[in-house]
T-cell receptor, first 110, second 114 residues
Framework: KQEVTQIPAALSVPEGENLVLNCSFT??????LQWFRQDPGKGLTSLLLIQSSQREQTSGRLNASLDKSSGRSTLYIAASQPGDSATYLCAVRNDYKLSFGAGTTVTVRA | NAGVTQTPKFRILKIGQSMTLQCTQD?????MYWYRQDPGMGLKLIYY???????DKGEVPNGYNVSRSTTEDFPLRLELAAPSQTSVYFCASSYSVTGEETQYFGPGTRLLVL
């Protein structure tokens, strides 16, 4: 069974600091890994999707890396802003199923 | 293009009552999913469907039923509601399950069973 762990559970940083969010998974036979953003009381918004054959993906200030052999992914958010405050979820796909971590709740202080 | 829509947004049920959570997508996606999210936890898959008429159990299917009569709709039925079913329910859809495809999520239904 796939187990996905996200560390830390919560993070508070001053505006402008870079954010580093970690995700680890136990079964490396994945199709892809996704990072989602969830705002309070809202649904999930996909931020980045990394296919199993890729090492990283970038979108604006966001960069996600994938090391499938070690079962790890890292999401970097450069120059954080108060609008980046949200919960970030990591999910890995094995066949039809997405397995989610519990998320990292980020607070960016102005 | 509304994406994935869910109704209702919030509902309070008494123990033993039944209800149907509605989910509709307008992207002509083959695959649809139901997840539940408990406080401080990740999402857990309840049921999924790979096309009209085809459904299968996920990780936590007990106490729930689904049907998929059309490509667009994927309702989730709760029979005999229990306090353990208090959660936020998310419906999602995707075109396929290849490495390139993301899942699109609805806004969620918050359910409280008292």
């Amino acid at each position: 069974k796939q187990e996905v762990t996200q560390i830390p559970a919560a993070l508070s940083v001053p505006e402008g600091e870079n954010l580093v969010l970690n995700c680890s998974f136990t079964d490396s036979a994945i199709y892809n890994l996704q990072w989602f953003r969830q705002d309070p009381g809202k649904g999930l918004t996909s931020l980045l999707l990394i296919q199993s054959s890729q090492r990283e993906q970038t979108s604006g200030r966001l960069n996600a890396s994938l090391d499938k052999s070690s079962g790890r992914s890292t999401l970097y958010i450069a120059a954080s802003q108060p609008g980046d405050s949200a919960t970030y979820l990591c999910a890995v796909r094995n066949d039809y199923k997405l397995s989610f971590g519990a998320g990292t709740t980020v607070t960016v202080r102005a | 293009n509304a994406g994935v829509t869910q109704t209702p947004k919030f509902r309070i049920l008494k123990i033993g009552q039944s209800m149907t959570l509605q989910c509709t997508q307008d992207m002509n996606h083959n695959y649809m999913y139901w997840y539940r999210q408990d406080p401080g936890m990740g999402l857990k898959l309840i049921y999924y469907s790979v096309g009209a008429g085809i459904t299968d159990k996920g990780e936590v299917p007990n106490g729930y039923n689904v049907s998929r009569s059309t490509t667009e709709d994927f309702p989730l039925r709760l029979e005999l509601a229990a306090p353990s079913q208090t959660s936020v329910y998310f419906c999602a859809s995707s075109y396929s399950v290849t490495g390139e495809e993301t899942q699109y999520f609805g806004p969620g239904t918050r359910l409280l069973v008292l």
